[in-house]
């Protein structure tokens, strides 16, 4: 029988020959590069545009044009890409994932595959985590790309739309994923084409890949609009009713999906507190939706972990990054709830006006590509959902770091106790030590703890990443010592000071797992980058998160078995880091179901915000006449009044009310009667209100001066008709997505039922839009002297 194992390892070693055997070709240009003049080098921007247009592939170019940038970054740069980076860059071409280690130049690794795509000039977007690094690696690597006759251009959150629209029409435009989101969504909201920042979207290379694709991808990105009209009361009372509840007895929290459900007796104590016969009696889901978002806030979600309280406001943190979010709330009346949890001042939730997730944003971009020091574990969802596959590119230089197995101890104080008498010992000797918490609170209590044993440390956390940068670059030198949530795991090198090799390079001390094997790889990957000499150790307790979460029972009864009823006992085995990783397995498992939930569901929006967006771009792009656009939706809508008046026999029709549309919807009121649609059949009736309809049409255009003003009118009726109408219908899948669940408890696809109901919302989304353009356009007064 074949081994499914060795297939793979043998197409990995199959695409690295193939990596290989191009990279050779790229060097193979060398010298014949290093002989040019500056001039002559930068001569070649315009041959290859020239080539491109004479009908030659970007594939075809490749090598040489991968040579000039390698020639022009030892110039500019006083960098020259290694055969590796050449083979990282070849993969980025074909739309895939490098998978490099930390230390091995993803920067200029990207130099290459960013010049040859943005030969075409249609655009190239480098997508990074922050706008730091947007900034740092825009105007570095923006010195190359410039020297060789490219634009590049910065957008970030700041910039006025002028600003905006220059950055994306260069050649090479650096932003982070979240603006580029909302970019995009706020393009199609613009009522004027001159409005619209970005072109379409042609080639994406995303910096930190999996932090963007996948940890980013759970949630959406929001615009609101104006507030929904709620109470904030209902916020507080369902907080003061969650609080006096007892776990075990009123409720179950479910540690694996961090999800709360009331028990039979927090039912009847809810019953109670807000007299109510019945909670789950209709009429009663506001109150019930926030006794759920105020359960999930209240024990689900934890302060200095999931969010910070910083100024009189609740701001959430990214708990794979570390990082505050700014400007980032939780929808659907979460934020709200943990407000009321932290008695600060309740914000109005506003309501969604636009909404996109990361997985559908990206996959609109023709092209696709991503670099990452960790993104082999994720290989399967980017295969399934992004269509990219996973490229591992070996180290420049072998790895020397030493990855000891982990220790594990009873209790956190035990595990605190032994980090901190492994930190005097390394610091005695002066080698430099990073250490990395889950949370803010863990950072700070490593600190007090370091306090007192006397140990000078720098502390990076979401409340003190604004020294970020400073204190990374002095991370790696004799003596130093700096705790660190997530954040240091990301775009940042720690670079070794003079001697530090010598005593075993950067110790990185891991005080707990993280949910994901990435990110612990991560954090292991700041020491021993480019054949540094490193050392990494991971420390447990059976207290901690994960292992409550997974797995922490099994290891209890191991430790009984063995006596280890200590409190300073540690169980220092492989077998413990196995555990571990396959409980981590779990957990990513879950989490990749929930992201695969959340984009199936959005799946069903996408389609339809394809065909609204479609139909609404179409509106705006129009220069000369939308009749062949409002003049169906009339023809449409008196189609579906006619049908819906004359149903049975001729004698049971409804004319009064046809009478009633006609004069509300399309006619001067005095225009038409009840005589006038008398005697005739279906088809008779629907041909008499079109033709007098058209009559309408025609005298609109009269009464204005030419047809674009014509132009203008219809535009701002239509418009302001979808957009509302638009927003009312995002509000109504959600509320539809919320409550569909239930279905699954009467053996319905909850999916299957969203499709369908959605698909029925959408239609009848249509027929209000064009119902409603219909009696907007048709009975508006145009009066010349109002612009």
Do not use: C
């Amino acid at each position: 029988m074949a081994n499914p194992l060795k297939k793979v390892i043998e197409s990995d070693r199959g695409t690295l020959r193939r990596l290989e055997k191009t990279a050779k070709q790229v060097e193979s240009y060398a010298d014949e590069m290093a002989a040019l003049s500056d001039d002559e080098l930068k001569a070649k921007t315009p041959y290859f545009r020239e080539q491109l247009a004479a009908g030659k592939t970007l594939d075809d170019i490749l090598p040489e044009a991968f040579a000039v940038v390698r020639e022009a970054a030892r110039r500019v740069l006083g960098l020259y890409p290694f055969p590796v980076q050449i083979m990282g860059s070849e993969v980025l071409h074909g739309g895939n994932i490098a998978e490099m280690r930390t230390g091995e130049g993803k920067t200029l690794t990207a130099t290459m595959v960013v010049y040859l795509n943005a030969l075409p000039a249609k655009g190239v977007h480098v997508v990074t985590v922050n706008e730091y690094l947007s900034r740092r690696d825009g105007e570095e690597m923006g010195e190359l790309y410039k020297w060789l006759g490219l634009t590049v251009g910065i957008n970030t959150a700041d910039m006025t739309p002028e600003e905006k629209r220059a950055a994306y029409n260069a050649d090479i435009t650096y932003s982070t994923n979240s603006e580029i989101g909302f970019d995009y969504l706020r393009d199609n909201m613009v009522t004027r084409k001159e409005d619209r920042v970005q072109r379409p979207l042609n080639f994406a290379l995303v910096d930190e890949t999996d932090s963007i694709l996948i940890d980013e991808a759970r949630t959406p990105l929001i615009i609101s609009g104006a507030p929904a009209q709620e109470s904030t009361q209902l916020y507080m009372r369902a907080d003061r009713f969650v609080k006096t509840l007892t776990e075990g007895e009123d409720y179950k929290v479910d540690h694996e999906t961090k999800s709360v459900l009331l028990s039979a007796e927090g039912i009847r104590k809810a019953e109670k507190y807000f007299n109510l016969p019945n909670l789950y009696a209709e009429g009663n889901s506001a109150l019930t939706h926030h006794i759920d978002q105020s359960l999930r806030a209240n024990y689900t979600m934890f302060n200095n972990k999931d969010y910070v309280v910083r100024d009189g406001e609740v701001v959430l943190v990214d708990a794979f990054s570390g990082r505050i979010q700014e400007g980032r709330r939780f929808s659907d009346g979460l934020h709200q709830a943990l407000e009321a949890k932290e008695k600060v001042e309740i914000q109005e939730d506003n309501r969604a006006m636009a909404s996109i997730t990361y997985q559908n944003l990206f996959r609109q971009y023709s092209k696709l590509a991503g670099m990452t020091g960790t993104a082999k574990t994720e290989a399967e969802e980017f295969r399934e959902i992004y269509n990219m596959e996973v490229v591992t590119i070996p180290t420049n230089k072998p790895i020397k770091r030493v990855d000891e197995p982990d220790l594990l101890y009873p209790s956190l104080e035990a595990k605190f106790d032994a980090v901190i008498a492994l930190v005097k010992k390394l610091h005695a000797k002066q080698q430099p030590i990073l250490i990395g918490t889950v949370a803010v609170e863990t950072s700070e209590l490593i600190s007090r703890k370091l306090d007192e044993a006397g140990i000078p440390h720098n502390v990076l956390n979401a409340k003190n990443h604004a020294r970020e940068a400073e204190i990374i670059a002095n991370a790696g030198q004799k003596g130093a010592v700096t705790i660190a949530t997530n954040m240091a795991g990301r775009g940042t090198d720690i670079k070794l000071g003079p001697g530090v090799a010598d005593l075993g390079g950067l110790a990185v001390i891991g005080t707990e797992r993280h949910e994901s094997r990435r990110i612990d790889n991560q954090l292991r990957g700041r020491a021993g980058r480019q054949g540094d000499a490193g050392y990494s150790q991971f420390f447990l307790s059976l207290q901690d998160d994960l292992m409550i979460r997974f797995g922490g029972e099994r290891i209890k009864a191991l430790m009984d078995s063995m006596n280890l009823q200590d409190e300073d006992a540690v169980i220092r085995n492989r077998w413990i880091t196995h555990s571990v990783e396959s409980a981590q397995k779990r957990v990513e498992g879950n989490n990749y179901d929930s992201r695969k939930n959340v984009l199936q569901y959005d799946d069903v929006m996408s389609q339809q915000r394809a065909a609204f967006y479609g139909n609404r771009n179409q509106v705006i792009d129009e220069e000369e006449s939308l009749e062949n656009v409002i003049m169906p939706m009339v023809n449409r809508t008196i189609d579906r009044v006619v049908d819906f008046h004359t149903v049975g026999r001729e004698d049971e029709w409804d004319l009064n009310g046809l009478v009633d549309f006609a004069r509300s919807a399309l006619v001067p009121e005095d225009s038409i009667a009840v005589p006038d649609l008398r005697h005739k059949d279906r088809d008779a009736l629907k041909d008499y209100l079109k033709a007098r309809a058209r009559e309408m049409y025609q005298e609109k255009r009269s009464l204005l001066e030419n047809d674009q003003q014509l132009l203008q009118f219809t535009r701002v009726v239509i418009l302001r008709v979808v957009d509302s109408h638009w927003t009312d219908h995002m509000e109504n899948m959600n509320q539809l997505r919320d409550s569909i669940q239930l279905r699954g408890y009467g053996q319905l696809n909850p999916l299957i039922e969203y499709q369908n109901e959605g698909y029925r919302l959408f239609n009848d989304m249509i027929s209000e839009i064009e119902y409603d353009a219909t009696r907007l356009f048709m009975k508006s007064e145009i009066r010349q002297n109002l612009r």
